[in-house]
């Protein structure tokens, strides 16, 4: 790298907001690639972030000089208002709960939850086949978010959750990833004042802890229930700690059902409006899964045999990174690609943008699972890559993503042929996660099976 003392790409306030207001994740990433992955400045009034793309720069933040790039300042405050600061934290609170998490989100671990994981979701499945036959149409974020509920909340927190309480759950939490929006483009804006989304904040986040501590509480009082999360917390609390603070149970519980739900059923999402726009891979993966679970269930085993379905979720991870936005804030003065940057800076790593850098990717804003191939063997820079981050604080749920969204979308795509009936251009809405601001509408046709 050239380590010349140069000075950033600077975006002025007149530029910025209007773009930052049309559609503020794909915008972002445009002023990104617009500099080739050079350090970018975005005057937004008195507050001035850095934007980082350039695999080399987001390596440096989120791996090799990541003590001096802390989980600090404005930007984390709206995500600490529903999740507290266990995993989104920094210190010994963060050490703390990573290492009681940790071991529930390993590979082997995960990995070992698969036949279990596959028979939830084939129960959810059931019962949408009224409704197929009857050509109802679903909600395709409503159906990602509800299967991977289920599948999260009977694995994990056991029977502990009733179905009424994890959809109230769900829709408090997506209300809460949803509406810190506006917190998020303008984090400047004083907690004193009401902004848009505020006020469906607080009742969502009210809503799950009217959910979470009377649960806690009554794991507390019954003892465990099989090999589910909640007791497991107590029990790991109070070993750790010598008591459980139930505070620090509820942030733990609440950061896993983000790790673990969310962003596998927002990135799904993006999956069916792919599918209508390139009938080809919706083509090949339907004959993929037709070849590998044939007539019969969707089985862990069949995971690793679904080749092309891997390839297609990688290539979805890298179009639309549930990881949006990585913030940062520096310890110490630093330099980030020859730029001098002061310490208490907001340093905000897209890997959005770094996912569309035409050096390192070919035909970046085109969707081609291709890329993916074993047999391609492309080498690309590490940090080209980062859709769980990277670094000490990478998402914890990465491995269970790669167990449960396979099983999910096998599982649908073997039973039903889902057709999006209102194809549209997708808004990108920034939160806690991305999500499309528009509804996809799908037609589940039954396939037909032969007896």
Not at 101 to 124: H, N
Request: glycine share 6%.
């Amino acid at each position: 790298m050239d380590t010349t003392v140069t000075e950033p790409h600077i975006i002025p306030f007149y530029r910025a907001i209007p773009r930052l207001v049309k559609d503020a994740v794909p915008e972002l990433a445009k002023m990104g690639t617009e500099a080739a992955g050079r350090v970018v400045r975005l005057d937004i009034g008195p507050f001035r972030p850095y934007l980082i793309s350039h695999p080399d720069h987001v390596q440096q933040v989120l791996k090799t000089d990541a003590s001096n790039f802390v989980r600090e300042g404005m930007f984390w405050r709206p995500l600490w208002r529903v999740s507290g600061q266990s995993l989104l934290g920094e210190g010994e609170a963060w050490e703390s709960s990573r290492k009681i998490l940790q071991p529930l989100f390993t590979a082997r671990y995960t990995a070992s939850l698969g036949d279990d994981m596959a028979d939830i979701i084939a129960d959810c499945l059931v019962e949408l086949d009224d409704h197929a036959r009857e050509g109802g149409l679903v909600d395709g974020a409503h159906l990602m978010t509800t299967i991977v509920d289920q599948t999260v909340i009977k694995l994990l927190f056991g029977g502990w959750i009733s179905r009424d309480a994890a959809e109230r759950l769900s829709s408090g939490f997506a209300t809460c990833a949803t509406s810190i929006g506006f917190r998020l483009l303008v984090p400047f804006a004083p907690y004193t004042i009401r902004v848009p989304g505020d006020r469906a904040f607080l009742a969502a986040a009210k809503k799950i802890d009217e959910i979470v501590y009377p649960l806690i509480e009554q794991a507390g009082q019954e003892g465990p229930r099989g090999n589910e999360v909640v007791s497991a917390l107590l029990k790991a609390r109070v070993e750790q700690d010598g008591e459980a603070d139930t505070r620090l149970v509820r942030d733990d519980l609440v950061s896993i059902y983000g790790t673990a739900s969310e962003t596998t059923a927002m990135s799904l999402t993006w999956l069916w409006s792919v599918l209508h726009d390139h009938p080809e891979v919706n083509a090949r993966l339907r004959e993929e899964i037709f070849e590998v679970v044939g007539e019969g269930p969707v089985r862990s085993a069949d995971v690793a045999k679904l080749r092309y379905l891997r390839m297609v979720l990688q290539e979805l991870l890298r179009v639309y990174p549930v990881a949006w936005i990585i913030p940062r804030q520096t310890v110490a003065d630093t330099e980030i690609g020859g730029v001098r940057i002061k310490a208490g800076s907001q340093v905000l790593v897209s890997p959005y943008t770094t996912h569309r850098l035409s050096e390192f990717w070919d035909r970046p804003l085109e969707f081609d699972p291709e890329r993916w191939a074993p047999e391609r063997n492309e080498r690309r820079h590490r940090y080209a890559f980062v859709p769980f981050g990277a670094g000490p604080h990478v998402c914890l749920g990465q491995h269970l993503f790669y167990v449960q969204a396979p099983l999910v979308i096998a599982n649908i795509l073997s039973r039903y042929r889902p057709v999006l009936t209102n194809p549209q251009r997708l808004t990108h809405v920034p939160g806690m996660s991305m999500r499309p601001k528009e509804k996809l509408m799908l037609k589940l046709l039954p396939v037909q099976r032969s007896r």
